[in-house]
């Protein structure tokens, strides 16, 4: 298994740990990830607001390297999965853009055919590896945990760009949980929006939404969350305080990366997973598992 691996900005900058946890991982699982070093941003989705001539441009020419390097893509990042599954659709879609695109690309001497497929980590993990294989791998099952799985907005919607799971009833991180022997307690705001885009416009607002994200997950039963993508990760941990503050509440609940709980339950240690980098503990949640 060989994929062209494209982190995202988030996962290069401030939530570094998914990334390195990500390739230990797959090193371990022998899943092949190919740097995109001249990969650019796909735009987060703001530039597609304002230019989205550029937006679509900017995405074509990401996977225009994929497909010269002959290979699908894998991100770890729901709103990267999110930005280029919708631009690769319409590429494929529309002939005529995908014809006006590639003017533009051949300017840096790229190409794009519309034969390159955007994965998410966890899909990669579900379907492509498979929950069987990946339970043979398990070594040290996640017993006693009970994850609440936050699977957030951009790797459910839009469906029809998507389609992996379903956007009002998801359950990929509940069978991933459970393959990693975890206890996953679904909860009513798993598939709620945490806030981020509104977080730097109205902070107040953010707060109140990720204070609520983390009062499903704990009524639930949760006393740990598990996020595929990284900028959830960033609301939730770094602003998990000012939502203590606000709802007169302590939650204590620590947010855990995808590939952290998989490497946890593959052996891994603490100082293998980073966890160090949390601003909210993790210490407690995984006693069950590092105790042995």
Same mark, same amino acid.
């Given at each position: ?9 988030? #996962? ?24 995109? @070093? ?15 001539? !550029?937006?679509? +441009? ?5 996977? /225009?390297?994929?497909?010269?390097? &002959? ?36 300017? =840096? ?9 955007? @994965? ?15 339970? =043979? ?10 994850? =609440? *799985? ?7 919607? *839009? #469906? ?21 022997? &975890? ?16 977080? !730097?416009?109205?902070?107040? +607002? ?10 499903? /997950? ?17 609301? !939730? ?27 946890? =339950? ?14 909210? #503990? ?11």
């Amino acid at each position: 298994m060989k994929y062209a691996y494209y982190p995202g900005c988030a #996962s290069q900058t401030i939530t570094k740990e998914y990334d390195s946890t990500t390739k230990k991982v797959c090193k371990i699982l022998g899943i092949e990830l190919l740097e995109m @070093t001249d990969a650019n941003c796909c735009g987060a989705g703001l530039i597609t607001d304002y230019n989205y001539e !550029l937006s679509i +441009t900017l995405n074509a020419r990401i996977f /225009a390297i994929a497909e010269k390097m &002959g290979l699908d893509i894998m991100t770890i990042c729901s709103t990267c999965l999110m930005i280029m599954s919708r631009a690769n659709k319409e590429l494929k879609e529309f002939p005529k853009l995908l014809k006006k695109v590639n003017k533009t690309l051949e300017k =840096a001497g790229l190409h794009y055919s519309g034969n390159v497929k955007v @994965t998410h980590f966890l899909w990669t993990l579900s379907q492509d590896y498979g929950l069987d294989k990946l339970k =043979a791998m398990v070594k040290k099952p996640l017993k006693d945990m009970k994850i =609440a *799985p936050y699977y957030g907005c951009h790797i459910l919607r *839009p #469906s029809n760009a998507l389609g992996f799971d379903d956007p009002e009833k998801p359950v990929s991180l509940e069978r991933l949980i459970e393959t990693l022997g &975890g206890d996953a307690m679904p909860n009513e705001g798993k598939t709620r929006c945490c806030g981020f885009q509104i977080v !730097l416009v109205t902070q107040e +607002t953010a707060v109140d939404m990720i204070g609520n994200r983390l009062k499903e /997950a704990k009524d639930a039963g949760g006393k740990c969350m598990v996020s595929p993508c990284p900028l959830c990760h960033i609301n !939730l941990d770094s602003y998990q305080r000012e939502a203590e503050k606000k709802t007169h509440q302590k939650f204590e609940m620590p947010v855990f990366h995808l590939s952290q709980i998989v490497g946890l =339950a593959l052996g891994m240690s603490i100082d293998e997973l980073e966890l160090g980098r949390h601003l909210v #503990s993790p210490e407690n949640a995984i006693t069950t598992v590092v105790g042995d």
